[in-house]
């Protein structure tokens, strides 16, 4: 309520001051330029359920209020929303302005045409002097680049994996942070066998996508890949795939009970609660974890990059932005829309709202990264998944059918994960089928 | 059956039936009939969802052939773990819905009470039961609160023996309400003279439940049996949220494998083709149980 | 007297049973209320907290003012509502032919609406969506409420079937024989006594739609989204929001509670027939 009525004061203090000393805020200025031009307009933007959605809603009223533009919100579950995304990539007919993409999902929407480029519009007029497209970081700007070289959505929550760990267990036990995978199996297992009621180490292992995504991280540590960079060809038979799938297999004795069934949520949980010494995990989790109604280990919690397997060490990056639709008939309303909530100049109320960090002036910014204290070892991750890139591999392929490869792997794997059936079948079998997905 | 004297004189016999029909008629078969037969078009096409669909490629019986032979197809496990969830679903259901509706049957103070609020299982929403089954479910959840309570032991619903238990334990909770809410409205109609004209003739209670009420109210559980049957080869949703079908496939039923298929790894075509095959098993057993319900009613 | 005492006494043991059997059932759905007021670290504790909690509103609060759950309500009630009520008026005439009447290709016509309503939802969503969209229907509670017929019309024939045939068909026969045209005797003598089959049918089919997910997320977009469909709003990336999520679950079973609390006189006793004293 102090904070509304705060920000209620700022607004028409602010209304007030541009009355009389002639709009000095630049974003008010360039608001005003933009309701002159396309005020009035409604836009419709899909959305999925995401922390960073929280804080654009916070902001979407003030965006309304000075440019004049309606913004209308569709919520939706992240699945939900990639399957209400695929429905009208099949009816070729789009019913939203915009839409928040995934990095899974850009491949698709750019190579069918249901997203439009933007380089147009980041270099057009609408766009603002304090939006700044290059302090987003690389690494998360390129998610959403297509083989065109045209880019297809502005990120504003990148997210990648690394390695949350408990600072009082490992000091009290007088165990050294792991920083290989074989320290980490030790650890993990010291720390189940020693201490009542925690769990060696958390992570996701559910199946479907959830597997797919906790074990490619593991892939390239362990010599492993998907595709072969040099070939093109699927390498899934490769022996350091076969390695990692063992090894993540052998974690699980040392994981929470039930992991097998594991999604993010039951992940994060059994860390939050006390009940795991180790979780790799996405590093949306570390808002969570330091958040002290949700969590016990607020404040007892270290954050490192990821170990280093047998091949080295390597992370990668995931991530969400803004794409515009093709159909859109209000694309310049669309385009003030996006460059305004992902811009540099809101990017502080972005992140006290509770967005995700994704710009190099915020995470190299000293203050926040003493609040923050995951943003080095995000910083440190990022140069493990750009290490992955030099080596021509990713996390996700590249490729539209990335959906269909994912999801064979998590079955697939999650088969041998549970001893269903062996490693060697579910790599075999895994091989064959997206084999013949890619190969289409 | 045998009062159509007044309608004979005016009109064809078949009329009156016909017109009773036709308003339901039109309404299913406009939609019915569109959608199966868009369905089964796209069982023989080789298409990816998330493709424009004049992109479909006509593969004939190819997906059918892929799913029932290929070797890395997951067909055959699923069947067996629906086979095991219908049965170990349907029939606890049954005999505890049936029992529990013959206790709510007496005169006793509160009874409509209680019929009224055991609709709640139903009416929560499959997701949020599916949600609510992960929590109680979870190693440090509620049942296993009292399983160690009353046995000492933990157990871990979240793994390959249990999973499937566990799904099945939260659809028995569910559904179980819906036999009772059915097979109460049916005990509540039966006549109430045969059962005074027997206990005149001296028959104990188990003599008139085997002798009359059984046999009055088997048709309707025959019914109730079948559409419940038919909505466990549907529902999926209360198994995907809590386990999405894992760990492994041990918790994979058809009907989410249809989903899985067509949805999530994009393959309408042979996610079609298992749909067509769904309603094909689904249609014989009915099949098989409608014969068994035509013949008691016959004897009864 | 000795018989009467035992039986006495048996029949209140079956009471105590009822009440258990009942308890056992509510009880999961009990402990979930008792969490809607439930910080979430209370949520998890193990072993679990049943009452020593100090209860809070923002759950309540939350759902109201940031989900407005209020208005996914009222479209899950338009929708529910309005569909339940055009299924039974279709599906009675239809169920009473079925019933009472001989035609050729009776049970044909019987298993063809049955195996129709077979067609998984899932597996016709495209072609739904393209006529929605083609008729510029998308997105509105009409096409949902024609939609639901499909699935409800079969059913209601099938339920309702199996008690119209339970009513002796003499009754009717002898009403007839008074004088009374078909319609009267069906009205007069075979509506009421079917009241507690179609009040039962009633409930499962409104339930039935009001739970439904699928159709219900594909067919509609800001205008017309129901209650199942805010699942999306505890199932989030930074984890489920299980107190807002126990909130509205407990608020959705409300309306079709009180409604069944409302129609539960058709379930019990009071039809003329009475129960089987047994």
């Known amino acids: ?440 | 059956m045998t009062i159509d004297r007044n309608a004979r004189r005016q009109r064809p016999p078949w009329l009156t039936p016909a017109l009773l029909i036709m308003p339901a008629f039109v309404v299913v078969f406009a939609i019915a009939a569109y959608s199966a037969v868009s369905l089964f078009q796209l069982s023989t096409v080789d298409l990816t969802f998330g493709e424009p669909f004049r992109n479909a490629e006509p593969v004939g019986l190819e997906n059918y052939r892929w799913l029932l032979t290929n070797e890395h197809s997951t067909f055959w496990a699923t069947l067996r773990v629906t086979i095991s969830y219908l049965l170990g679903t349907l029939i606890p259901e049954l005999l505890i819905g049936f029992a529990i509706a013959l206790l709510l049957n007496r005169k006793m103070r509160g009874n409509s009470l209680f019929t009224a609020v055991l609709v709640i299982p139903i009416v929560l929403m499959p997701s949020m039961v599916g949600l609510i089954g992960r929590l109680y479910f979870s190693y440090d959840g509620l049942v296993n609160f009292f399983f160690e309570s009353f046995t000492g032991i933990r157990h871990n619903w979240y793994g390959k023996d249990l999973a499937l238990w566990a799904v099945i334990l939260v659809d028995i909770w569910e559904w179980t309400p819906f036999f009772i809410l059915i097979l109460l409205a049916g005990l509540q109609t039966l006549p109430v003279e045969p059962f005074e004209a027997a206990r005149v003739d001296g028959a104990s209670r188990w003599q008139s439940f085997t002798l009359l009420t059984l046999p009055m109210m088997l048709p309707l559980v025959l019914t109730t049996f079948i559409l419940r049957f038919m909505d466990v080869l549907r529902l999926f949703d209360v198994i995907f949220v809590m386990f999405a079908g894992g760990p492994g496939t041990t918790t994979t039923t058809l009907p989410l494998y249809v989903y899985r298929t067509t949805l999530v790894q994009r393959d309408v075509g042979r996610g079609s083709a298992a749909s067509i095959m769904l309603i094909i098993i689904i249609v014989s057993l009915t099949v098989i149980l409608i014969k068994l319900r035509e013949r008691i009613k016959f004897e009864a | 007297m000795k018989r009467n005492w035992t039986s006495i006494t048996g029949s209140r043991l079956l009471d105590l049973l009822t009440v258990c059997v009942v308890f056992a059932f509510l009880f999961p759905y009990l402990f979930m209320v008792s969490s809607a007021f439930k910080s979430r670290l209370e949520t998890f504790a193990y072993p679990p907290v049943f009452l020593q909690f100090t209860p809070t509103l923002e759950h309540f609060d939350n759902i109201f003012n940031n989900m407005h759950i209020l208005f996914y309500m009222k479209n899950s009630t338009i929708i529910a509502v309005c569909s339940t009520l055009l299924t039974i008026l279709i599906a009675i005439p239809a169920t009473y032919a079925f019933a009472r009447f001989r035609f050729r290709n009776k049970e044909g016509i019987a298993y063809g609406f049955l195996f129709l309503q077979m067609v998984p939802g899932i597996s016709i969503v495209f072609a739904l969506f393209f006529i929605a969209r083609a008729l510029d229907l998308f997105d509105t509670h009409i096409f949902l409420i024609v939609v639901y017929l499909l699935w409800n019309v079969p059913y209601a024939i099938w339920m309702m079937r199996g008690f119209v045939e339970g009513i002796p068909v003499e009754l009717e026969e002898s009403a007839m024989v008074d004088g009374a045209s078909r319609f009267k005797a069906f009205r007069v003598i075979t509506l009421p006594l079917m009241a507690g089959g179609v009040a039962a049918t009633a409930i499962l089919i409104f339930i039935g739609v009001w739970n439904e997910f699928s159709l219900a997320f594909f067919l509609t977009s800001t205008n017309a989204r129901t209650m199942p469909t805010t699942i999306a709003f505890f199932m989030t990336h930074s984890g489920i929001k299980w107190g807002p999520m126990f909130a509205t679950a407990t608020i959705g079973t409300l309306p079709v509670v009180v409604f069944a609390l409302i129609v539960r006189r058709y379930f019990i006793s009071a039809l003329t027939f009475g129960a089987v004293k047994g």
């Open chain 1, 1 to 440: 309520m102090k904070l509304r009525l705060v920000l209620v004061l700022l607004i028409v203090a602010l209304a007030f001051s541009s009355f009389s000393a002639l709009a000095q805020d630049p974003i008010e200025d360039w608001a005003a330029g933009i309701k002159d031009a396309y005020g009035g307009t409604e836009i419709t933007v899909a959305v999925a359920s995401h922390p960073s959605v929280e804080a654009f809603k916070q902001m979407i009223p003030r965006f309304e209020e000075l440019t004049g533009i309606t913004v209308v919100l569709d919520e939706m579950e992240e699945g939900q929303l990639g399957q209400r995304m695929l429905l009208e990539v099949s009816a070729e007919s789009a019913s939203y302005d915009a839409m928040m993409t995934a990095i899974e999902w850009s491949p698709l929407v750019a190579s069918s045409g249901y997203a439009t480029p933007l380089e147009p519009w980041i270099e057009s007029d609408i766009t603002p002097d304090w939006f700044n497209y290059e302090d987003i970081l690389q690494a998360y700007r390129d998610m959403f680049l297509w083989e065109d070289g045209m880019h297809y959505g502005i990120p504003y929550a990148g997210e990648t994996v690394f390695m949350f760990y408990r600072t009082d267990l490992f000091d009290e036990h007088g165990i050294d942070v792991p920083t290989t995978y074989d320290e980490v199996l030790s650890a993990a297992q010291y720390f189940s066998e020693n201490v009542d009621g925690v769990h060696g180490i958390s992570y996701r292992a559910r199946l479907g996508w959830e597997f797919t995504y906790m074990w490619s991280i593991f892939l390239a540590p362990f010599g492993g890949m998907m595709v072969d960079p040099e070939t093109g060809d699927v390498a899934l038979d490769s022996p350091g795939t076969v390695a990692s799938l063992e090894y993540i297999r052998d974690l699980w004795q040392y994981g929470p009970v039930g992991v097998e069934s594991f999604s993010f949520p039951e992940a994060w949980d059994a860390f939050m609660l006390g009940r795991a010494a180790i979780m790799i995990e996405a590093s949306a989790a570390a808002p969570e974890v330091e958040n002290p109604d949700k969590s016990v280990v607020a404040g007892m919690t270290g954050y490192s990059p990821l170990p280093a397997g047998p091949a080295g060490a390597f992370s990668g990056v995931w991530g969400w932005s803004f794409a515009m639709m093709d159909d859109s008939m209000h694309k310049e309303a669309t385009w003030a829309f996006i460059a305004y909530l992902t811009s540099e100049g809101l990017q502080e109320e972005y992140l006290a709202n509770g967005g995700i960090v994704s710009r190099a002036s915020a995470l190299g910014d000293p203050d926040l990264q003493a609040a923050n204290p995951y943003y080095e070892a995000t910083l440190a991750t990022l140069e493990q998944a750009a290490a992955l890139g030099e080596l021509g591999l990713s996390v996700v392929l590249p490729t539209p059918k990335w959906s269909q490869v994912s999801e064979i792997m998590g079955i697939e794997g999650a088969r041998a994960f549970i001893g269903e059936i062996s490693v060697e079948e579910a790599i075999a079998s895994m091989q064959a089928q997206v084999s013949e997905v890619l190969s289409e």
